[in-house]
């Protein structure tokens, strides 16, 4: 057990960084909820103001206590957060158009958010005790079924931004543990083929509203039937030919074949499972002005907000798009618009810092790590908070569709506040363990 005198010992550094952005959001939240009048019309910020308490409560215990400890239950905490999405799925809460809450009034909790840090933890176990293994593609497989399985749940909601997060996580850990490249490659390839066609897709069904013979098919379900069938013949003689003649092409023609049908599958599946809003918001990326009253309101007022920031910023409780109430969901998708118009282009500069810190630490937590066990769930937790960060700045100057991924100790929201915060202080405890040999 780690002493509490070795609190003194933990990283400074990174719990000062998440400390100040919460702050931030506390700010901003309060700043989100007055109105063009200066009356102020939420009380939000103080329920932040708990759970931001209750959050560094949380990660300061954990920092004083072995996370080694938690390797044999690793397993335990990933079924159970499974089974609660599993649950939600049934008989959750629906709120923006994704059934993901469990709760009573006013009190609910988000299973997904603490999904990510229970897969991130079970996917280390097995990294760790199999990394002896020298069947590297079993290794590989095994890890992304591990992934899937939460990620899938959370896609049926359907909360398609959250399931997103699920793929940087498996990728980055799977690259630490030394799997191949190519194996890694593999799976960059379907999600870049599969955003294309998907997004494709989209657009020539509800852009340009006409039918394209190739997208058209892509929708039939006969014609993903008869293109599995004859893919999987060719990659049966494929695989034939590898093992009896040893040629590397014939590895190749396999792997290619497999991109193009777990694409085309995938991107089936998105059509079949997304609803219509979640559509539009994929669309819209591309082109807000085609729906600048619907879809395309959000990113053309955050842009605006962003923009309007200039150097300065308005300063605080000066904003007008949020105080006028033209952001949507202001406090949450688009709390840094908020940010970037009162604070302006210094205040992001800071804000990135902050952002900058936890990632660096992290990698230094990983790197310094005296088990593999350790450095694995720190590689995790950079990925996840780093794929966060990247997804809502860019939902907020419009590089990126909007997918609902909340910018991490800033947004308001319990659940992903006291999951990130439950990150740290495993991120802490791998610091101070070093100490402690």
């Given at each position: 057990?780690?002493?509490?005198?070795?609190l003194?010992?933990?990283?400074?550094?990174?719990?000062?960084?998440?400390?100040?952005?919460i702050i931030?959001?506390?700010?901003?939240?309060?700043?989100?909820?007055?109105?063009?009048?200066?009356?102020?019309?939420?009380?939000?910020?103080?329920?932040q103001?708990?759970?931001?308490?209750?959050?560094?409560?949380?990660?300061?215990?954990?920092?004083?206590?072995?996370?080694?400890?938690?390797?044999?239950?690793?397993?335990?905490?990933?079924?159970?957060?499974?089974l609660?999405?599993l649950?939600?799925?049934?008989?959750?809460?629906q709120?923006h158009g994704?059934?993901?809450?469990?709760?009573?009034?006013?009190f609910?909790?988000?299973?997904?958010?603490?999904?990510?840090?229970?897969?991130?933890?079970?996917?280390?176990?097995?990294?760790?005790?199999?990394?002896?293994?020298?069947?590297?593609?079993?290794r590989f497989?095994?890890?992304?079924?591990?992934?899937?399985?939460?990620?899938?749940?959370v896609?049926?909601?359907?909360?398609?931004?959250?399931?997103?997060?699920?793929?940087?996580?498996?990728?980055?850990?799977?690259?630490?543990?030394?799997?191949?490249?190519?194996?890694?490659l593999?799976?960059?390839?379907i999600?870049?083929?599969?955003?294309?066609?998907?997004?494709?897709?989209?657009?020539?069904k509800?852009?340009?509203k006409?039918?394209?013979?190739?997208?058209?098919?892509?929708?039939?379900?006969r014609?993903?039937?008869?293109l599995?069938?004859?893919?999987?013949?060719?990659?049966?003689?494929?695989?034939?030919?590898?093992?009896h003649?040893?040629k590397?092409?014939?590895?190749?023609?396999n792997?290619?074949?497999?991109?193009l049908?777990?694409?085309?599958?995938?991107?089936?599946?998105?059509?079949?499972?997304?609803?219509?809003?979640?559509?539009?918001?994929?669309?819209?990326?591309?082109?807000?002005?085609?729906?600048?009253?619907?879809?395309?309101?959000?990113?053309?007022?955050?842009?605006?907000?962003?923009?309007?920031?200039?150097?300065?910023?308005?300063?605080?409780?000066?904003?007008?798009?949020?105080?006028?109430?033209?952001?949507?969901?202001?406090?949450?998708?688009?709390?840094?618009?908020?940010?970037?118009?009162?604070?302006?282009f210094?205040?992001?500069?800071?804000?990135?810092?902050?952002?900058?810190?936890?990632?660096?630490?992290?990698?230094?937590?990983?790197?310094n790590?005296?088990?593999?066990?350790?450095?694995?769930?720190?590689?995790?937790?950079?990925?996840?908070?780093?794929?966060?960060?990247?997804?809502?700045?860019?939902?907020?100057?419009?590089?990126?569709?909007?997918?609902?991924?909340?910018?991490?100790?800033?947004s308001?929201?319990?659940?992903?506040?006291?999951?990130?915060?439950t990150?740290?202080g495993?991120?802490?405890?791998i610091?101070?363990?070093?100490?402690?040999?």
């Amino acid at each position: 057990m780690i002493k509490f005198k070795n609190l003194l010992a933990i990283d400074f550094f990174l719990l000062f960084s998440t400390v100040i952005l919460i702050i931030f959001s506390v700010l901003f939240i309060y700043s989100s909820g007055v109105n063009s009048d200066g009356v102020l019309t939420s009380n939000e910020y103080l329920r932040q103001i708990v759970w931001g308490a209750l959050g560094l409560i949380i990660a300061l215990s954990i920092s004083l206590s072995n996370y080694q400890r938690i390797y044999h239950f690793a397993i335990y905490f990933y079924i159970a957060t499974a089974l609660l999405i599993l649950y939600t799925c049934i008989a959750g809460r629906q709120i923006h158009g994704a059934r993901a809450w469990i709760g009573i009034g006013i009190f609910g909790i988000q299973p997904s958010e603490f999904a990510k840090i229970t897969t991130i933890i079970f996917l280390a176990q097995y990294l760790d005790s199999s990394h002896r293994s020298t069947n590297e593609l079993k290794r590989f497989i095994i890890s992304c079924l591990i992934t899937m399985i939460p990620m899938g749940l959370v896609l049926i909601q359907p909360d398609f931004g959250t399931s997103l997060v699920f793929i940087p996580i498996l990728l980055v850990m799977c690259f630490i543990a030394g799997t191949k490249t190519r194996y890694i490659l593999f799976i960059l390839a379907i999600m870049a083929c599969t955003s294309v066609i998907t997004i494709a897709l989209f657009w020539a069904k509800f852009v340009l509203k006409t039918s394209v013979p190739l997208l058209k098919m892509i929708e039939n379900i006969r014609f993903i039937a008869v293109l599995c069938a004859v893919a999987g013949s060719i990659f049966s003689i494929a695989l034939f030919g590898f093992i009896h003649y040893k040629k590397r092409y014939f590895y190749w023609i396999n792997y290619f074949i497999l991109i193009l049908i777990c694409s085309v599958l995938a991107s089936f599946s998105i059509g079949k499972v997304l609803k219509e809003y979640q559509i539009n918001r994929l669309v819209v990326f591309l082109n807000p002005d085609i729906d600048p009253r619907g879809a395309g309101w959000n990113i053309i007022q955050s842009i605006t907000a962003v923009g309007s920031g200039d150097i300065m910023g308005k300063g605080y409780l000066m904003g007008t798009q949020s105080h006028l109430r033209f952001l949507p969901q202001q406090s949450t998708d688009f709390i840094f618009s908020i940010f970037s118009e009162e604070w302006g282009f210094i205040g992001n500069l800071v804000l990135f810092t902050l952002f900058f810190i936890i990632c660096t630490r992290l990698i230094r937590i990983m790197k310094n790590s005296t088990d593999l066990f350790g450095c694995y769930i720190a590689a995790g937790l950079s990925a996840m908070y780093s794929f966060h960060f990247l997804i809502n700045i860019g939902m907020a100057i419009g590089i990126m569709p909007i997918t609902g991924i909340p910018l991490l100790f800033m947004s308001y929201g319990g659940s992903a506040l006291l999951s990130a915060m439950t990150g740290i202080g495993l991120a802490l405890s791998i610091y101070v363990s070093r100490f402690n040999l």
